[in-house]
């Protein structure tokens, strides 16, 4: 199930609020949310909710051992019996495909390549429960002794299919007791509410377009590659955010508070800054269970750089089995690189705005590596795009269509820039003034957003969300 | 003070939760509609649950459809969410509304059932005269009979290349040379496989090159007229038919349709003069035959765009009786059409609403047309459904005319023009061919 879908929001989340605040055991409301959570995942993945079960019982079992017999030497094997298996589900669900694929060309043979379908959040539920682990391991957070609470934390399913990828100790505290007050639910309707305006009034339609004009690209004026990436960076932004703003609102209602995933990360000053900003929860992630542990940056040049090597392989696999999304990771690889050794000073010298230019047109060209899968579209592309295929620079249809979107373009672009954030301490002063003044916004702001949006959804039954890839 | 604060905070959030719970309520108990006018659909109904359903996810995947598709109000919704996408394109109001997804114009070509073209068509006597050919080659573009104003404002349609522009849709053209020289490549090869035969490319500009401001229709990427030449001066030992000029000077007439993107039978009538020219007969004249009219018709751009102009004021096909008997048949399996089915050459009781399907009921695998004309001349058509509307008036000349139509079966050429003992192969097609990869492999595939 998707939140942005008719089925969720008129059935499955009125329900599941009823019997959550209509039971008062705080017991019987962790129940109530695996339940709830449990057929949410199955919706979209009947059959694959025992491989989140398996993994739940694994990691709950493996931890317990470890706390049992802290300090001893076979804690070793449980930690690595759940590394082990966990990414030997991800690589068998998620990478076998690919890696069988890759060999055959390679070696021009023909083994027979798996048809596994990807089970629906895979990569972010396998993280979980395996960073639970390791930290259960490093001894900074207590195993759950619970086996119902720990399938809460797993299975949870604000965040279940998309992120945050929310790590045990965000929200350990959280598990066995939760207060909500009325503000905070106030504030989740209206963050999940925003969330749901990105999804479906910008992210659909921006992907809409970005199709049409990316489409046929060998026959594609420059422009229109140009602009189809551009509505592309906005679908994929609008798309992710969205959803992590979704998944915070829903966490608050339900009294959790998760980490933020985005923090507009269209106005970065640098490829540095942008990833301080993009899926903040995947990059601290890496950070702190793969970089860090091999030994970060307190290591000598040549092998600091072989471990963000290593972390950047690594995110772009994640982001997809096939090798554009490598390429993607190593192009960051080399960005990053080269402004952490290289262009320190100059970038700190150079004005705001030219750093802005900078980074986003690396963005840009990065959503061109990561849209196509197929290189030989890419590689086309990227020579219409350069002007090396001679194709013309606009295409009358593509003129009419950017202009006939105007309003469109310029409605997602001040999205990305901190207006919500404006408007919030606008409000905040008039709130000041009138205690009623924030509650009288929000209102407002909901019941539009909700019309908008539901009309929309009933309007169009284009409504992938792109993140279930991964 | 607190309290009130208090009090409207808990309204900020109920009022969403009290909509959905509502709403959400409501909607299993309001009736079920069968079906949508506005879309011209069936709407999904309730599916039945069971175990093996849900695990296998159709139960899931099909309550999705069927309860958004039985959504309450959801007539209003959905002119709400045009109102949106109106604001975000600048499109006028009720223009545009649910826009779908064009499948290129084409697809894979479309036929009646075989149930609604039993029996060959009828009447009127013929007259026949073979006469003399002269050759054209020209050099400058010949004049558009109608001038399109440059500041015309149009409309362009997100999802598929189609512009809106008064009450006509036209699909957006670019010239791809590659595929262009792929193209001419393919009907080379093809020719040298056929030494006896006598063969012809006639290639058909399609509206936009007229209808359209120059931005649309002129220079290397878009001028049809630079395109068609290009294929022409690429083919070795094909006689090219110059469709265009003859077009291009009666473009005042009803040519092409403004809803789909074929061109009408009038249309097909001045590049079949343009045909006549090159292979040596007298043309029928167009005010001899029996004529009628089909409508309304609203054709594939309309049903890719939803155009609420053009559906105000939907096309006609205007149709011709050739002047000689016709017998035809066809067959999808079998290109001995051993076995076979029964097709008219124009159908004039069409009841399928997609009425270009009048022309030999659409596009079968072989089809062949034998007529009762005064001569032994027989040809071959090897086309897409552009050709549909101008092989009936091949009838008119030709004692037999086959029809193949390579996406819907495979044919081997060369040994079909030898085992039917065929004179004369003509390659009609409309200019967006050459980047349909569909037909261009299915016609690569016949050598």
Not at chain 1, 276 to 285: A, G, V
Request: hydrophobic share 45%; glycine share 6%.
């Amino acid at each position: 199930m998707v939140f942005s879908s008719l089925v969720f929001l008129f059935i499955f989340f009125p329900l599941t609020l009823f019997f959550y605040f209509v039971v008062k055991n705080d017991k019987l409301k962790n129940i109530v949310l695996v339940i709830a959570s449990l057929i949410f995942y199955s919706w979209g993945e009947p059959v694959w909710v025992c491989l989140l079960i398996f993994s739940s019982v694994l990691d709950y079992t493996v931890s317990l051992g470890i706390e049992k017999y802290r300090g001893q030497k076979i804690t070793k094997l449980f930690i690595a019996l759940s590394v082990v298996i966990n990414l030997g589900l991800l690589m068998a669900f998620k990478y076998s495909g690919f890696f069988i694929s890759t060999i055959n060309s390679v070696f021009n043979i023909a083994l027979r390549v798996p048809a596994f379908s990807l089970p629906i959040g895979i990569s972010f539920y396998t993280f979980q429960t395996m960073s639970y682990s390791l930290d259960v391991y490093k001894g900074e957070v207590k195993a759950q002794k619970s086996f119902i609470d720990f399938l809460m934390f797993v299975s949870l399913f604000p965040q279940l299919i998309a992120g945050p990828i929310v790590r045990y100790s965000d929200i350990d505290t959280q598990i066995a007791h939760r207060t909500i007050t009325v503000e905070k639910f106030a504030d989740g309707m209206t963050r999940f509410m925003a969330g749901l305006g990105k999804k479906v009034l910008i992210a659909n339609y921006a992907g809409s377009l970005a199709s049409s004009l990316l489409e046929n690209v060998e026959s594609a004026a420059v422009l229109s590659v140009w602009v189809g990436v551009l509505l592309y960076a906005f679908q994929i932004y609008f798309d992710f955010s969205g959803y992590s703003d979704m998944a915070i609102g829903l966490g608050h209602m339900f009294g959790f508070d998760y980490p933020e995933n985005f923090i507009y990360p269209y106005i970065s000053t640098s490829i540095t800054d942008f990833w301080r900003r993009w899926h903040i929860t995947l990059s601290t992630f890496f950070r702190d269970y793969v970089y860090i542990p091999l030994g970060g940056n307190r290591v000598k040049l040549p092998r600091q750089i072989f471990n963000l090597f290593i972390v950047w392989t690594l995110t772009g696999l994640w982001h997809g089995a096939s090798w554009n999304f490598v390429i993607w990771g190593l192009y960051y690889f080399v960005f990053l690189c080269l402004e952490k050794f290289v262009l320190k000073n100059i970038l700190d010298k150079t004005p705001k705005v030219i750093r802005w230019i900078y980074s986003m047109f690396v963005v840009l060209i990065g959503w061109m590596i990561f849209y196509f899968e197929d290189f030989s579209a890419m590689k086309t592309a990227f020579s219409v795009a350069f002007g090396a295929s001679g194709n013309a620079l606009s295409d009358p249809v593509m003129s009419a269509m950017i202009v006939n979107n105007i309003p469109f373009i310029i409605i997602a672009a001040i999205a990305c820039v901190p207006v919500a954030k404006l408007v919030k301490s606008g409000i905040d002063k008039l709130q000041k003034r009138s205690p009623v003044a924030r509650p009288i916004f929000n209102t407002v702001f909901n019941v539009v957003m909700l019309v908008l949006c539901v009309a929309s959804l009933a309007g169009s039954t284009y409504n992938p969300f792109l993140y279930f890839r991964f | 003070m607190k309290n009130i604060q208090k009090i409207f905070s808990v309204i900020s959030f109920s009022v969403i939760i009290a909509i959905f719970a509502v709403v959400g309520f409501y909607s299993f108990f309001d009736k079920d509609e069968k079906s949508s006018e506005m879309e011209n659909r069936n709407l999904a109904q309730r599916p039945s649950f069971s175990l093996s359903a849900y695990f296998s996810g159709d139960f899931t995947s099909d309550f999705e459809e069927y309860y958004n598709d039985q959504f309450p109000a959801r007539n209003m919704l959905v002119k709400i969410s045009n109102k949106i996408e109106a604001f975000y394109s600048f499109l006028t109001l009720g223009d545009g509304e649910t826009i779908i997804k064009n499948n290129g114009g084409v697809g894979d070509g479309e036929a009646l059932s075989h149930e609604e073209e039993t029996s060959a068509t009828q009447v009127p006597d013929s007259t026949e005269n073979d006469s003399t050919t002269q050759g054209s080659t020209e050099t400058t573009q010949p004049q558009n009979a109608v001038t399109v104003p440059d500041d015309a404002q149009e409309t362009v349609y997100k999802s598929n290349y189609v512009v809106l522009l008064g009450n006509r849709l036209m699909e957006q053209y670019t010239n791809v040379y590659s595929k262009m020289d792929v193209y001419a490549e393919t009907l080379n090869r093809l020719r040298a496989e056929m030494p006896d035969a006598k063969v012809y490319s006639l290639m058909a500009p399609t509206s936009i090159e007229f209808y359209a401001p120059k931005k649309y229709n002129t220079g290397k990427s878009h001028s049809q007229y630079m395109g068609i030449n290009y294929i022409y001066g690429e083919l070795n030992g094909i006689i090219t038919v110059d469709a265009y000029s003859q077009l291009a000077t009666h473009t005042n007439e009803y040519l092409y349709f403004r809803s789909d993107h074929h061109w009408t039978a009038r249309g097909a009538y001045y590049a079949y003069l343009a045909f006549a020219q090159q292979a040596g007969f007298t043309p029928v004249d167009i005010n001899s035959l029996e004529t009628g009219k089909l409508s309304p018709f609203l054709g594939t751009l309309y049903r890719a765009t939803q155009s609420s102009v053009v559906e105000k004021d939907p096309d006609y096909v205007e149709y011709f009786i050739p002047s000689t008997q016709t017998e035809a048949i066809a067959s999808d399996t079998d290109p001995t059409l051993a076995s076979h089915y029964k097709v008219k050459v124009v159908n004039t009781e069409i009841t399928s609403s997609n009425k270009y399907l009048a022309f030999l009921g659409g596009d079968h695998g072989v089809t062949k047309i034998t007529t009762d004309a005064p001569n032994e001349r027989s040809i071959v058509v090897i086309k897409e459904s552009y050709a549909n509307a101008f092989v009936p008036w091949l009838c008119n000349n030709y004692k037999t005319v086959y029809v193949i139509d390579p996406r819907q079966m495979d044919v081997k050429l060369a040994s079909f023009v030898k085992s039917n003992n065929i004179d004369e192969v003509l390659f009609l097609n409309y200019m967006f061919i050459p980047t349909n990869s569909k037909y261009m492999t299915a016609l690569g595939n016949m050598g």
